[in-house]
């Protein structure tokens, strides 16, 4: 392959977007690193990459290459995930640790190697082991290919808005103490609009960040959540915004004043400056409809209109309370697919595997925790075990013991998940996948439990989008909700929620060979042992198997 423009860029993730960048082959250098952050009011080592918090935004094109060196210099083990990106047949530079990869440990290299394949939009990425990810974390912006445009009017410059939390204390001793005792984490002490919490009490005004409009003109903003564990409101005061694109899948446009947004998902939106002056507040807040204890702070940033003077003040806006459900509801209910003839939905009709997963948290017994027991969560009642040997490599090479491929297709006692609860509330522990011929298609509903208490979970699923075609509250039905199912323009994504005391239908096709993470990407879920994978066989050839491995895989 040519490799035309060849170059390191390392650009902050709140850089305005050039509009005329090109290029077959993306090379970039990741240098994991430590370093203080004074601006958010704590003098605490952080691990960033390149220095930059966030990291740098990835540019590049629908069917591009990218390279990207990480070098490891701090003490902990690192791997990288690229959010949403398919790595059709490339799982070996998918990222999440122990699943299709050993970490990559203090000192060490790994070239990440991988093409986004009929992909464009927003993506991002993040550290896939223990809680790093909630300072290492960027964008990834995937452009058309050159001459392709997108399929709303032109905006006339793009914006990442990077939301986030931010502890003052490590969070590595954050949830290590949590584990300890057996109980939740502490919430974060604040969230952030790329970096910056705005007004925070206690805390010196650092100004925020502020995004710089002229009247008339229309700007597309990339919105990330890259939360650890909070789902967000996000609200600019005195403006609507057009929804066109979640989880880099277009969607049909519509109009709204609030974004929802979970942990790993990404929503692109259109903004008009449709002021002539003025300073107008954007802000993030939390949202959860459950009764837990979540970080009630919200971070803000201001829209600033050209020529408007810095004393003018900024005008407000009404946030929806931590707990509107209603407005959320609303938001995920509007979501289509653009479902055009240039980017249809391709729904699998035909069903191989119709699966049932409970989603929920548990308890089991521990002698030296508080309460003598411990919250865990899990799916299916399988609390996930993390395997010593990367699963993919176990499953290429063939390597016994490792993991077994009977994970239940259904919960393995049913019971009224969102109502009565039951008495005993252990789980069973294992690494356990559930096993996908290539080009199987899925059905996959997932069932929130309240058998702690109901929370809303964003499910995550590695190497494939899903379409997702129902969803309700209460326990699921077969007979009822599946003749509401929307099989014709059903939003597309990587990551979706599954409501409190409810229930999401989701449907794929397991075109994509080799081993799948899926879990909540709320960190805490996932570290208490809310997660799975899938293991898809080969096709017939090599185009349809799993490509050998790098040389530079680490080893564990």
């Given at each position: 392959?040519?490799?035309?423009?060849?170059?390191?860029?390392?650009?902050?993730?709140?850089?305005?977007?050039?509009?005329?960048?090109?290029?077959?082959?993306?090379?970039?250098?990741?240098?994991?690193?430590?370093?203080?952050?004074?601006?958010?009011?704590?003098?605490?080592?952080?691990?960033?990459?390149?220095?930059?918090?966030?990291?740098?935004?990835?540019?590049?094109?629908?069917?591009?290459?990218?390279?990207?060196?990480?070098?490891?210099?701090?003490?902990?083990?690192?791997?990288?995930?690229?959010?949403?990106?398919?790595?059709?047949?490339?799982?070996?530079?998918?990222?999440?640790?122990?699943?299709?990869?050993?970490?990559?440990?203090?000192?060490?290299?790994?070239?990440?190697?991988?093409?986004?394949?009929?992909?464009?939009?927003?993506?991002?990425?993040?550290?896939?082991?223990?809680?790093?990810?909630?300072?290492?974390?960027?964008?990834?912006?995937?452009?058309?290919?050159?001459?392709?445009?997108?399929?709303?009017?032109?905006?006339?410059?793009?914006?990442?808005?990077?939301?986030?939390?931010?502890?003052?204390?490590?969070?590595?001793?954050?949830?290590?103490?949590?584990?300890?005792?057996?109980?939740?984490?502490?919430?974060?002490?604040?969230?952030?609009?790329?970096?910056?919490?705005?007004?925070?009490?206690?805390?010196?005004?650092?100004?925020?960040?502020?995004?710089?409009?002229?009247?008339?003109?229309?700007?597309?903003?990339?919105?990330?959540n890259a939360a650890l564990n909070e789902e967000l409101f996000f609200k600019i005061a005195?403006?609507?915004?057009?929804?066109?694109?979640?989880?880099?899948?277009?969607?049909?446009?519509?109009?709204?004043?609030?974004?929802?947004?979970?942990?790993?998902?990404?929503?692109?939106?259109?903004?008009?400056?449709?002021?002539?002056t003025g300073k107008y507040l954007v802000a993030a807040s939390p949202f959860m409809d459950?009764?837990?204890?979540?970080?009630?702070?919200?971070?803000?940033?201001?829209?600033?209109?050209?020529?408007?003077?810095?004393?003018?003040?900024?005008?407000?806006?009404?946030?929806?309370?931590?707990?509107?459900?209603?407005?959320?509801?609303?938001?995920?209910?509007?979501?289509?697919?653009?479902?055009?003839?240039?980017?249809?939905?391709?729904?699998?009709?035909?069903?191989?595997?119709?699966?049932?997963?409970?989603?929920?948290?548990?308890?089991?017994?521990?002698?030296?925790?508080?309460?003598?027991?411990?919250?865990?969560?899990?799916?299916?009642?399988?609390?996930?075990?993390?395997?010593?040997?990367?699963?993919?490599?176990?499953?290429?090479?063939?390597?016994?013991?490792?993991?077994?491929?009977?994970?239940?297709?259904?919960?393995?006692?049913?019971?009224?998940?969102?109502?009565?609860?039951?008495?005993?509330?252990?789980?069973?522990?294992?690494?356990?996948?559930?096993?996908?011929?290539?080009?199987?298609?899925?059905?996959?509903?997932?069932?929130?439990?309240?058998?702690?208490?109901?929370?809303?979970?964003?499910?995550?699923?590695?190497?494939?989008?899903?379409?997702?075609?129902?969803?309700?509250?209460?326990?699921?039905?077969?007979?009822?909700?599946?003749?509401?199912?929307?099989?014709?323009?059903?939003?597309?994504?990587?990551?979706?929620?599954?409501?409190?005391?409810?229930?999401?239908?989701?449907?794929?096709?397991?075109?994509?060979?080799?081993?799948?993470?899926?879990?909540?990407?709320?960190?805490?879920?996932?570290?208490?042992?809310?997660?799975?994978?899938?293991?898809?066989?080969?096709?017939?050839?090599?185009?349809?198997?799993?490509?050998?491995?790098?040389?530079?895989?680490?080893?564990?």
């Open positions: 392959m040519a490799t035309q423009g060849i170059r390191i860029m390392l650009l902050l993730a709140i850089c305005l977007l050039p509009l005329s960048v090109e290029a077959l082959v993306r090379h970039y250098k990741f240098n994991v690193v430590m370093k203080n952050a004074t601006r958010l009011c704590s003098t605490k080592p952080i691990v960033t990459v390149n220095g930059k918090f966030p990291g740098p935004t990835i540019y590049a094109r629908e069917d591009d290459t990218v390279l990207i060196k990480v070098v490891n210099h701090v003490k902990y083990n690192v791997s990288i995930h690229w959010h949403g990106v398919r790595q059709l047949r490339t799982g070996w530079a998918d990222g999440p640790a122990f699943i299709t990869q050993c970490p990559i440990q203090p000192g060490q290299v790994y070239l990440y190697n991988f093409t986004l394949t009929g992909q464009r939009g927003t993506l991002w990425w993040h550290a896939h082991i223990l809680w790093l990810r909630a300072t290492v974390h960027g964008a990834i912006v995937i452009l058309p290919k050159l001459g392709v445009p997108y399929p709303f009017p032109k905006p006339h410059m793009e914006q990442v808005i990077l939301l986030s939390e931010w502890w003052k204390s490590d969070t590595e001793a954050v949830i290590n103490e949590a584990l300890k005792s057996g109980l939740a984490p502490n919430v974060s002490d604040a969230h952030t609009i790329n970096g910056h919490p705005g007004s925070v009490q206690g805390c010196t005004s650092q100004g925020g960040f502020t995004l710089d409009v002229q009247p008339g003109n229309t700007y597309l903003l990339r919105i990330i005195g403006h609507q915004l057009t929804v066109v694109e979640v989880d880099a899948a277009y969607t049909k446009p519509f109009k709204t004043d609030t974004v929802v947004i979970a942990p790993g998902q990404t929503t692109n939106v259109l903004l008009t400056a449709t002021h002539a459950a009764p837990i204890t979540v970080d009630n702070r919200t971070a803000t940033a201001a829209l600033h209109y050209s020529g408007t003077l810095g004393s003018t003040i900024t005008t407000l806006t009404t946030l929806p309370p931590t707990n509107a459900t209603p407005v959320a509801t609303t938001f995920t209910d509007s979501l289509r697919s653009l479902n055009s003839k240039s980017f249809p939905a391709r729904v699998p009709l035909k069903i191989d595997h119709n699966l049932l997963f409970t989603v929920g948290l548990g308890i089991k017994p521990c002698a030296i925790c508080v309460n003598n027991s411990r919250v865990v969560a899990d799916i299916n009642n399988v609390t996930f075990v993390m395997p010593k040997i990367a699963l993919l490599q176990a499953h290429f090479f063939k390597i016994k013991g490792v993991f077994t491929d009977d994970f239940p297709a259904n919960p393995p006692v049913v019971y009224n998940f969102t109502g009565t609860q039951p008495t005993n509330f252990n789980t069973m522990n294992g690494t356990r996948l559930y096993r996908l011929a290539y080009n199987s298609t899925v059905q996959l509903v997932l069932q929130d439990t309240g058998m702690l208490t109901p929370e809303n979970h964003p499910i995550h699923l590695h190497g494939f989008n899903f379409f997702v075609v129902g969803r309700g509250q209460g326990n699921f039905n077969r007979k009822k909700d599946t003749k509401k199912f929307n099989l014709v323009d059903p939003v597309e994504r990587n990551t979706v929620g599954v409501p409190a005391g409810g229930w999401t239908a989701i449907r794929f096709r397991a075109d994509n060979p080799g081993v799948w993470f899926m879990h909540c990407h709320l960190e805490i879920h996932t570290t208490w042992g809310l997660k799975m994978a899938f293991v898809v066989d080969n096709g017939k050839g090599p185009n349809e198997s799993i490509l050998p491995p790098p040389r530079d895989l680490p080893k564990c």
